[in-house]
């Protein structure tokens, strides 16, 4: 037999049932591991879920995996920003993830700031501000709707606010400030002018030296409703490729400037970055139509994942070798990417009252696995006693629908889902008082 690698990927959403479903689909891959994962990881060919450990009990992961020399991919930022990639590395294992110091891109948006100032990377007039009269001063020098105000710390994509009064900014502004909002992780605040234009989100694979920009750039949908209204998510949509009319050939060339300047910054700053880079853009009116980085994540974005990654898979790219590759600090760059004719749009199956107060255990119909041109990325499952699929998170389900130009792809997605809510007596996949966006 071949030598075909055991990996294990930690999180337990839908861009980590990408990940692994991606690596599986490459060939190289005899296992992948899941710790505490969802339904469909429980049910995915050469996946297996260890219901065991949960993703977030560091100490077991690291000795599943040493035990078994697992190539270890983290999903999410949490893990990635509490050392579990450093102690993974202790034990000799190759791993997907920059470490927490190269983490700090996303951990502080402060330390992000003076990053982008000091290596000329483009992004919006910023003001840090680490004391209530700083931000005090600020205020009383602009108009609410002028600026935009972040929370230095991790929030779980909560912490940025666009206010239009001035009092509501001062509120705001007082609770981060106080601890009241967030949990302390705005006790620095980082103000920013407010850009408007298209926004669109980047991915940058790297090894800490050579990268590689995944030619998909996708869009995300982060509210609740139809019309982008409603309650902010963490994203309940997404699709890629975006269309000229968002990034053009210009504005592509600036933003591979973006990504050369990111990775080479922090080998300059003794942080090379090894893993995914999130670049989340705005193509700004006030600056020519000019990307500007918005925020920067450690890790893939979800939903992007989900559609950027089967993508690449279709366009050739062999998704293990790739991460593998950048983990082990010879990055293999895809030379030949079939980019044309592909698009994959996603779209979110989320749980009555997803953000607040999200209603769980609904048993999940017309789960049929012959569609074509559909991959179901569960997000927030589990299997039942009965064995049955319930929902255990308020993002539930993602859908993928792919073909050859998104409305081909939305309309594939939407055919899977019980859009007319029959029920379970539909054939299409659903689950009681289920929300999804009719208009991604
Ligand atoms: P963030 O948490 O930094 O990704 O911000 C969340 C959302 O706030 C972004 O997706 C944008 O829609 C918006 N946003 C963030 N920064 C700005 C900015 N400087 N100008 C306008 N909108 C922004
Ligand atoms: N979809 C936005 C994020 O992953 O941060």
Redesign the pocket.
């Known amino acids: 037999m071949s030598e075909q690698a055991l990996t294990g990927v930690v999180g337990t959403g839908g861009r980590e049932l990408e990940i692994g479903r991606a690596l599986a689909a490459s060939g190289d891959v005899d296992i992948v591991y899941f710790f505490g994962g969802n339904a469909g990881m429980d049910e995915m060919p050469r996946g297996m879920n260890i219901p065991d450990i949960s993703s977030s009990n560091y100490g077991a992961i690291v000795d599943f995996a040493a035990e078994r020399d697992l190539f270890v991919v983290l999903g999410p930022e949490q893990p990635i920003v509490d050392g579990l990639g450093e102690r993974l590395r202790e034990r000799g294992l190759s791993v997907f993830a920059p470490s927490p110091e190269a983490g700090r891109l996303e951990s502080s948006?402060a330390w992000a700031v003076e990053f982008m100032r000091q290596h000329g990377i483009p992004?919006?007039a910023?003001f840090i501000a680490r004391s209530a009269v700083n931000a005090a001063d600020y205020m009383r020098s602009k108009r609410a709707a002028e600026?935009?105000i972040?929370a230095d710390g991790l929030?779980g994509?909560?912490?940025?606010f666009?206010e239009d009064s001035d009092e509501e900014a001062e509120q705001i502004v007082y609770g981060l400030m106080s601890g009241d909002l967030l949990k302390g992780a705005g006790k620095t605040i980082v103000f920013?002018?407010?850009?408007?234009g298209p926004?669109a989100s980047a991915f940058v694979i790297s090894d800490g030296e050579n990268w590689f920009l995944i030619p998909y750039i996708s869009q995300?949908h982060?509210r609740l409703e139809d019309g982008d209204t409603g309650a902010?998510t963490g994203g309940v949509g997404a699709y890629a490729p975006v269309p000229e009319t968002v990034v053009n050939a210009r504005q592509l060339e600036k933003i591979k400037d973006i990504a050369a300047k990111t990775i080479e910054g922090m080998q300059v700053e003794g942080k090379p970055y090894v893993g995914a880079l999130y670049l989340?853009l705005?193509m700004?009116e006030e600056y020519d139509g000019d990307p500007?980085v918005?925020?920067y994540?450690v890790r893939f974005g979800d939903p992007e994942a989900e559609v950027v990654l089967p993508l690449l898979e279709r366009s050739g790219v062999n998704i293990y070798n790739l991460l593998r590759s950048a983990s082990d600090g010879e990055l293999d760059v895809p030379t030949h990417v079939r980019a044309a004719g592909q698009a994959a749009l996603t779209v979110c199956l989320s749980a009555n009252g997803y953000p607040e107060a999200p209603v769980i255990g609904e048993e999940v119909y017309g789960l049929r696995q012959d569609r074509r041109d559909v991959i179901v990325h569960h997000a927030g499952t589990k299997l039942n006693a009965d064995g049955r699929v319930v929902t255990s998170g308020g993002r539930s389900l993602f859908i993928t629908g792919f073909g050859e130009t998104p409305d081909e792809a939305a309309a594939r997605a939407y055919a899977a889902i019980d859009f007319h809510r029959l029920g379970p007596d539909s054939d299409r996949i659903g689950f009681k008082d289920m929300q999804f966006r009719r208009d991604i």
């Open positions: 948006k992004h919006p910023s600026y935009v972040k929030a994509g909560k912490g940025a666009l920013q002018e407010r850009l408007h926004e995300d982060k902010m989340g705005m700004a500007m918005i925020e994540n």
